[in-house]
């Protein structure tokens, strides 16, 4: 009879979302260059340039998130099976897992195969590379109600439980990326400024906001499950 | 909603409160896609699909302010209607039977989402740099209405599984009442030959034609507000049944 | 038996809640970024956003800084009213609290409309920082409605009404009026 607790299934799940992301970083930020973004106001040579420049790391990047994309999947169900702790029901944890599976197609997959496909032929039509280059950075920075609406059900969730899963000042870190979101739209607006897609408020402080809520989370999910572990063991003894 | 006050903290009153929440955004998302719909100046009248390139760069160019303002506030309020559809699924999950169907209805719940927000970000691309080639213009044009349009299976496949599970729903109180079963298939069979916006230019099936435009989106809206009702009445029961509100 | 319930001492208590002061201290930090940048773009166009500036209805700005201050000192006696026992009033204070939050997203929207109307739109780099600042602002009072009508509910129902709750409450609704007091300073005042 294994002493093992039954959920160290969420355990692995729990390790994998912080490595998940941390690959995830790495291939935005440093393989793919599209986090920080690439400006928005310069001209078709200089797209095609920025392709050309960065060729090889955007073709490796891209392809092993291709490979690692299902990650995501694994990161909302996690975050889906700690709402489906909470005491409010099954609805809201559909919700999130609808916005957010919504959000993997225009939210990163569209830029992948965007920016896959420009450095695919490099020397295509320069109009053509910059349309994928608009394309893959509007759905990237700009998919937004699918976000909204997973913050929107994890936040009311967190406000409704009664069994303490995540505190309630994580609901209110969630309103924060409802709002950044709701800024983010000017970017569909500015070429250029505090409210492009690479703009100090629209981009920058969002990151930011972005980054409080990634840590916290993965703080709170390691804590979800030290508490389900608690229990489970408590429950264990208690049977013996 | 009054909750009986010993029923209060229970989880059976939590997810009756949450769900209460979800059905409620229903009608305040759809007001504001609606304001959207009514402020999109690409639906009165529907762009057609013979416009020249560029007839549709100067469209693009002469409405770029309110295209940008309604197109945004369908990027940013079209996914919300997930926590009202959310609903189906939790009351599906209630009806006499395994719970396939409302999983079914969840993976195809999602998928539909998913391609409506694709047809949007088509949509603010097109209208992000007016000077742009009118060509490409055209072909972002193109493929946002053709996706907004034309990929109706997936709603179609909600549908169907709706119908289903209300039939095969056999107890003394069925969760929905039957006709909702008729209603969604007549709905379905109303938005499928919207796929013809994908081949036709002129004629109904066009994708600014009177059944492709006006009959789809209207069947859908119509569904939508219906299930409003049938949704609340649904929950109002549950909570009655599941002792967090006197009958 | 909740974590919020083992707080019933009154001395040495932090008013409110724990979790709200974290919204609250981490929302005003990230106005203020907002805030910050708003300056150094103002100070790299001094001429543009001043000219800009100049179409600003500074009266308007006044009464409006009037009204949420005024709902705010409500919200501050309807928490004296619950400490002291006074159900009933705290609900008229709170609800009125909530007026003046209504008017002010009124008189706000009536100050959009006129603006856009006059051609000032979010084409003009001052007004494209005034709209979205003060959007998110009145989108934070919106939830503050919210909030408020979250503690009348709490308040009419006997088995849940207590004090901290109030707390909770006017803590967020403060933070809604200081948060505008330095908007008004910054569009409205300084030039």
Sequence with gaps: MSTATRNRDVWWMTWFFPAWYAVFGVIICLLTRVTPPPRPDVTAAEKVAFFAQHHLTIQIGFTLLLILLGGAAMTNGLVCYQIKRMSVGSVFAYGYIGGMSVGALPGFLLVTVCFLTAA????????????????????????????????????????????????????????????????????????????????????????????????????????????????????????? | MQILEQAQDLPTAGNIKAQWVSLWTGPAVGAVLLVAAIAFPGFWPPMSPTMSADQVAAFYADHTAWIRASQVTFNLCGILIVPFLS????????????????????????????????????????????????????????????????????????????????????????VFPKWVGHFSLIIAAAMVPAAGAAVFQTGPLAWDGLWSFWVRNGAYALFVIVMFFVLRKAIQRQAVDDGVISA | MTRTEERTETVGRLPGDRDMWIMVLGDMTIFAGYFVIFMIYRAMNRQEFLVAQQHLNITIGVINTVVLVTSSWLVARAVQAIRAGDVQKSIALVVSGGVGGALFMVLKGYEWASKIAAGHTNSDMFYSFYYVITGVHLIHVLIGLIVLGVVVRELRNPARRRAQMVEIGATYWHMVDLLWVIIFALFYVMR
């Design chain 1, 120 to 240: 695919y032929r490099p020397d295509r039509n320069p109009e053509l590379i910059s349309l994928l280059y608009d394309l893959g950075m509007l759905s990237y920075n700009g998919s937004l109600g699918c976000f909204t609406a997973a913050y929107l059900v994890l936040a009311i969730a967190i406000l409704y439980d009664r069994n303490e899963v995540f505190p309630k000042w994580f609901a209110y870190v969630s309103i924060w990326q409802i709002i950044t979101e709701v800024i983010a739209t000017q970017m569909f607006v500015f070429p250029s400024g505090a409210f492009a897609w690479n703009g100090s408020i629209a981009f920058w402080l969002a990151v930011v906001v972005f980054s409080v809520w990634l840590g916290a989370l993965i703080v709170l999910l390691r804590r979800a499950a030290e508490e389900e572990s608690a229990k489970e063991s408590a429950q264990m003894v208690a049977a013996q």
């Design chain 2, 87 to 174: 609903l189906i699924v939790v009351q599906m999950k209630r009806m006499r039977q395994t719970h396939v169907f409302a999983y079914c209805y969840l993976t195809a719940m999602v998928s539909g989402a998913t391609i409506f927000a694709l047809s949007n970000v088509f949509f603010l691309v097109a209208a992000f740099r007016p000077g742009r080639n009118p060509e490409l213009i055209q072909l972002l044009n193109d493929l946002a209405w053709i996706v907004f349009i034309a990929p109706i299976g997936m709603v179609v496949s909600q549908f169907v599984l709706l119908a289903l599970a209300v039939y095969f729903d056999d107890q003394e109180h069925p």
